[in-house]
């Protein structure tokens, strides 16, 4: 018997949704991610602690942790060096990945702006010149098509190797860019600093712990001010800046009497120009044949985040809905690009009537239909893939559609434009509301769902507790998705903040938990955390502010950690970082940083003990500040909860 | 009595000994290529996940004396090696009756073909046989080989024994602070861990506000 047999549903998910589908899987006999984990129990420990090294062909290798067996690889490295080398790689990869989607938005941007593409324009000018004027390209008086040119040229040279510095690190803080500059952690080129994390870490390039470390920031750092912020001011000039815009989450977004298609992974691009194909009469004309009423897009995981940020599109759910959206019987087609898609989609999806359509060449799924995206004929494409969704219906079995829940409603759209405009153009009134106390802070609750923990728990009561104490909330990613679910996303949940929270988001009319997008759009937190930064005359990390990841699970949140902390936010995560094998990587990221880059990584899963973690943190940045602060001590941190059997 | 005995608040669990086990157990004993024997060579030790993630215990045949399974063996198909101090099974000999796994107090007794058994369609009990071609050749069974953190050590038991009562000696005088603690334990917080995610679960599960949605 294995650890989680047994685990009920409501163990595994906080929400009614998730509940009712895993106990329809059961019932089914079909697998999904919480079986597959419980197969998976023990999990190795060795690469739970980091201390396991497939790196060369000397090895495998792995060090005894207990000190008595191997203490060093074959090639001499002990667990310091295998430990970092471990993390430093998998940096890279979600920094990859975060800028690897960074260029397809930039290479899509650069044809639009040849006008070779179809069905893509740029959407805010307004942005682009503002871009424009910022990398120093003329954008006064020229067409719009010949500035984007000139601004893609500048961007394709950050991911290369000919610059000291990527183009938007120019955005942090000055006492920030100088810290990086001593440290030399400045990231100079996107590909560059990550090609260089991999070199470091074959056998026997760089075999000091504290350097790979340092080299993992700058990875990090070229993803969150460089592929990531990419990614996200040119989607913003593509397919619009997003402002406040309502919407629905949860599986009750799927309709009964309409074509279901879910968008799901990561990269706005191709599902923009699907949005249009959904409403193209013909298509809707078609559906109609089949007896639907409509045709209903609904979003999942990061492209979800995506469309609603710009064009409200309800959301079906995070991470671990994948799966489960599937087994509502009610889904057509699952429209997937990359990240985070799981290989087991194509699995449960043959056990119903639901398409899997896989649209990039990078991202292949057996099992799956295969129409690659080509923005020349992004138009006709979108068109294909609704099509294909539609001739799905009629192989619907209505007895088997099973939609669990109604919707709740949330909030999206909190771009760093949008919060600025919400507080009349200036960052005057956030601040004037920090100084004061009625807000304690701010804290960017972000990443994945994790099957290890219940999904969206510690996200939602983590977010909660903070709201209840005046600290104000950014979401991002699947963060984002759960705190919509538990209903904290509106503007009516002011009532669920603190006095002085509350009182601030009434008048502003914001939800006490502010939607700023994808995982990609973190880069958002960053221009908002150094506008604020800037408008103090301060370094980010004075600010009282703070990051948590409480259900992380991917590479790209490993990369998103090391770009906040080393941006200087103390960052608190929810799952165990395989690097607990080596107490010097533990000693240095959770405590030797703080004096480096003036912020270091926590560990808590425990929801409530991190929300006391982080309120003591930002009360001592308060005092540090010399605004009125609560005493530190004061906050208990409750004694971690007995396990239940 | 040499035997191996398991110190099971080491196991980290990475299945390196059974996979160490099950090679050992192939005609092969090549790792690349006993996966794709037929009838598949198959590990004796089983490591089983225990109560919180982050724990596990490596389970074989304990190797009795007397041994319950060749009490009740019909067959008498079961027998001990005195000299090596271990419980054979003659595969040819076993009807796959299972008294043995009835009897076995530690459920260390499986029942799959075998290469040394009567036919490749034909189940037989199968168990951990100590390694006894390794002991011959001197060497120590597979699995301990194989265990790199000390869950699995081969020796005499009594030695093996005294081992564990002088780290629990440090450990006591740690705890009651009359010796000066020792290095931080790297596994204490990856244990924790597993504690948390249990408690997160019950947490989890019991319902302290309107999580909203419900129709």
Redesign the interface.
Known sequence: MSVSDGRRAVQLSINRDAQEMIDLARAEGIETVWDRLDAQQPQCGFCALGVSCRNCAMGPCRVDPFGEGPTKGVCGAGADVIVARNLGRGIAAGASAHSDHGRDILEVFASTARGETTGYRIADEGKLRRLAAELGVDGDQRPAGDVAADVADVLFDDFGSRKDGVSFAGRAPAARRARWQELGITPRGIDRENVEMLHRTHMGVDNDHVSLLLHALRTGLSDGWGGSMIATELSDVLFGTPSPVLSEVNLGVLRHDQVNVALHGHNPVLSDVIVAAAEDPELVDLARSYGASGINLVGLCCTGNELLMRRGVPMAGNHLMQELAIVTGALEAMVVDYQCIMPSVTDVAACYHTKIISTSDKARFPGATHLPFDPRRGAEIGREIIRAAVEAYPDRNPDRVHIPVAPVRWMGGFSVEAILGALGGSPEPLVSAIASGAIRGAVAVVGCNNPKLPQDYAHVELTRQLIEHDVLVVVTGCAAVANGKAGQMLPESASMAGTGLRGVCEALGIPPVLHMGSCVDNSRVLVLAGALADFLGVDIDQLPLAGAAPEWYSEKAVSIGAYVVASGVTTVLGVQPPIFGSPRVVDLLAGGLDGVVGARFAVEPDPSRAAALIRRHIEEKRRALGLPFEDPDSIAVTAPAAPVG | MRTVFVNPE??????QCEIACATEHSSSKNVASAFLEAPQPRARIH??????????YPNRCRHCDPAPCAQVCPTGAIHRDRGLGVVLVDEDRCISCAMCAVVCPFDAVTFYPSAAGPGPEVAVALKCDGCVERLRRGQPPACVEA????ALVFGDLNDLVAAGRLRATAAVLAATAAAPPG??D??A??H??G???????????RPT???????
Do not use: Q
């Open positions: 080491r196991c980290i669990g990475c299945l490591v089983e996940p225990g109560p919180v993630p982050s724990t596990a265990c790199k953190v000390g290095p931080p790297p596994l917080a990856w924790a861990f504690a948390e995610l249990v408690a997160a679960a019950g947490h989890a599960a506000h309107d999580r909203g949605g419900e129709r």
